[in-house]
């Protein structure tokens, strides 16, 4: 039994490593995003299990307290969590998972360092990758989160030198970290390594705008199971690595997504300061136009989409803050009844994180066959008699296909501008994230009807309903 239970659980491993491969392919498609979930569960459930029945696994009572009270207080945050807020869920999420990685680095230096054993080499390093990446992990996705909540400015807080300070305290890190090479054993500037690390994070995270949190989200997803992978050294955990592999790689693809979907680079993103400063297409501040606008009120607006044979409805940002969700969906039921052809146009970035329009949908219970997105719907809009963008602003603004001057040109967008009608609800005639003006606003096939999103959408289903 003994010599069988070393072998059992390295291939409970490799069952484990399967089911996370298996789910993550299944997290590709909504349609089969459940099922994934539930399988990279099971497969987590079986390395837990194979974990605690490890030889160097001790103190089950102490495990299975904490595993009962994680799982209680996930269930409740799960419940309670309003499906608007699941940006900073993922952000603390992140922020959790890198502290969890950072704390087996500090817990297993405490050990050898009581134990007077020698550091090898290999898990020095492996430590100080992990503090590292673990400690930026959490107070960089704690600060995404409160820039989310808007506990603080979502614009990019900048100060001067603040490149050169980054670099002093890199530097720093570094230093701190050929010291402890060399001396492994001691106390006190590990903890200093630790503390800079954190105050890291936070510099990370400080100059990016809200803008670009869709990308940095993604980002701290991928560091925080690249934080695992080094635990996973730490310890030398072959499922803590292939795990923190998987996250660190699909977190790190998803990234590029986001930043190919935004026409930005990564550097870009990090390091631009991106909409510290509001600007126009045109140069003028940003939402100054003159230029006239054409307003309807909610019976017009029903009878452009009562009376049109298809119609795509664009979600945005807007649409999510007003919880409108629900009464998006019964619009577009009701324009079903009425023989409407009903589609939904989905932008990679639309929202503030990759997904939020499909899981805000998927909760009203819109069938995933009627998602689109952008590469298919965009030809087929010159078809759409109206198109109906509820929050959105900056993936739908034409400046970025045609104004070089533009700080957003280049970004792939929703062509709703190519609509034969387009209705924008809308709170009033703001900017977007990036802080530039949206041409689509004056275009002549375009109607503004100003309101609350979830507000707009029921007078509009209201006044379909009398039709």
């Not at 790689?249 to 997504?257: D, H, N, P, R, V």
Request: some cysteine; hydrophobic content about 50%; proline content about 4%.
């Amino acid at each position: 039994m003994s010599d069988f239970l070393p072998t059992g659980i390295q291939l409970t491993y490799l069952v484990a490593a399967s089911l996370f491969i298996l789910g993550l392919k299944k997290l590709g498609s909504p349609a089969s995003a459940r099922n994934g979930n539930l399988i990279a569960a099971v497969g987590m459930l079986l390395a837990i299990v194979a974990t605690m029945l490890d030889q160097h696994v001790l103190n089950y009572e102490m495990i299975l307290v904490g595993l009962a009270i994680g799982s209680v207080i996930g269930a409740v945050i799960a419940y309670k969590v309003q499906m608007t807020e699941m940006p900073q869920m993922v952000g603390l999420l992140n922020g959790l998972g890198g502290a969890s990685s950072a704390l087996i680095a500090v817990a297993e230096f405490w050990r050898l360092l009581d134990s007077s054993q020698p550091i090898p080499l290999d898990v020095n390093i492996s430590m100080l990758l992990d503090v590292l990446i673990g400690g930026v992990t959490l107070t960089g996705s704690f600060l995404a989160f409160a820039k989310l909540q808007g506990l603080i400015s979502g614009t990019p807080i900048t100060f001067p030198l603040q490149q050169p300070f980054n670099l002093l305290l890199l530097g720093s890190y570094l230093a701190g970290s050929a010291y402890l090479i060399r001396t492994p054993d001691s106390l006190p500037v590990f903890l200093a390594v630790v503390a800079v690390s954190l105050v890291l994070g936070v510099m990370f995270v400080l100059p990016i705008g809200g803008g670009d949190m869709p990308v940095v989200i993604s980002l701290l997803n991928s560091l925080s199971g690249v934080a695992a992978a080094a635990a996973g050294f730490v310890v030398m955990n072959n499922m803590l690595i292939i795990a923190g592999a998987l996250v660190g790689a699909s977190g790190l693809i998803l990234t590029e997504i986001m930043c190919k979907a935004m026409n930005r680079s990564l550097f870009s993103v990090l390091f631009s300061a991106f909409g510290s400063v509001s600007t126009s297409s045109g140069g003028a501040a940003a939402g100054a136009s003159d230029q006239p606008v054409r307003s309807i009120d909610a019976e017009e607006g029903a009878m452009m989409l009562g009376y049109a044979r298809s119609v795509v409805i664009v979600p945005g940002y807007g649409m999510a803050v007003a919880q409108a969700q629900h009464s998006v969906r019964e619009l577009a039921d009701q324009l079903e009844r009425m023989g409407v052809d009903v589609k939904y146009a989905i932008h990679p970035v639309a929202g503030r994180m990759p997904g939020h329009m499909n899981v805000l949908l998927a909760e009203a219970n819109v069938a995933y066959t009627q998602l689109y997105d952008m590469e298919d719907i965009n030809p087929q809009f010159e078809q759409a008699d109206v198109a109906l963008v509820i929050g959105a602003n900056d993936v739908v603004n034409p400046a970025a296909r045609s104004d070089k001057n533009s700080p957003i040109y280049g970004m792939p967008i929703l062509e709703v501008d190519r609509a034969k009608q387009t209705i924008v609800i809308k709170r009033g005639m703001s900017a977007g994230f990036a802080g530039v003006d949206n041409e689509l606003f004056y275009k002549a096939k375009t109607t503004m009807l100003f309101g609350s999103a979830k507000d707009m959408v029921a007078k509009l289903v209201s006044e379909v309903k009398q039709l």
